[in-house]
């Protein structure tokens, strides 16, 4: 990745995985990776109830969320729909960075761009639904003074806004995988996902009354672009568990790209709302990133 070649620039790569496989980690590390190559980068939050990620990007104050932007959650009387009652686009999804209000974003000391899709916890009992943040993060497109960042999506812990369509947006979709069989069948639920949606599987929409909604959201899975499902090993103690972690997902069609060690420093500045420390995980992000530019370019 040398010169003005950016063959990531534009790439919207969603990160996943259980709950404590330490997604947040690897999306904040990414991040801050994809600057040190000059990439324009955005980190979207659309975890709807992890807090602190702003603070492991060494940013004091959180930005407001989008879904204050976007007009608030339909449940509690505002305009955005959960994408599984509603599939409609978000209106307005395309934002200029340059043009968004200073208070709903905020630049980490790398020039990361920090946006909080919204936090279930600010709305109160009755609106325990979080579909309308799955919507920001499938619909959000950002580009920046004419340019289009990378925008690495870190996402609910767990399977379900995957399973509420959120990949159809995205370009590929990053499983964080700590040694943990949980982790592992992760990834190949996800990698099952794909494939059948490849092989012509269609959602689930015997709910949705309008044909109209129908044929928009059988349209949305068709036509998405997700390119593949990439594991990204972390919090690994020894080889042994990184060879066991391979051969796993290995044996079930899912490609890995790197691994990253436990490292103590990460817990202390998680638990601390501190940094994530300089050079943590660089060597194996630069891995990574190599891994995710190779199997994003088209062999000649």
Known sequence: MTGSHRPLEGMRLGVLGKGGSGKSTVAV???QTLRK???EVCLLDADSTNVGTHLALGIAQAPRSLLDYFGGMVFSGGSVTCPVDDPTPLDNAAIDLDKLPAEYMSLSPSGVVLLIAGKIGEFGPGAGCDGPIAKIARDLRVEKGGLHPVTVLDLKAGFEDTARGVFTGLDWLLVVVDPSTAAMQMAVHL???LDKVREGARPATAHLEN????????TLYRTSRVRGVLGVFNRVRESEEETLLADGLDSQGVQHMGCLEEDSRVRKAWLHGQPLP??????ELELVLDALVRASVPVA
């Open 211 to 218: 044909p109209d909604l129908v044929a928009l959201v059988n």
């Open 29 to 31: 590390l990414l991040c």
């Open 191 to 193: 990698q099952n996902l």
């Open 37 to 39: 190559h000059g990439y």
């Open 278 to 283: 300089d050079g943590v995980g660089q060597a």
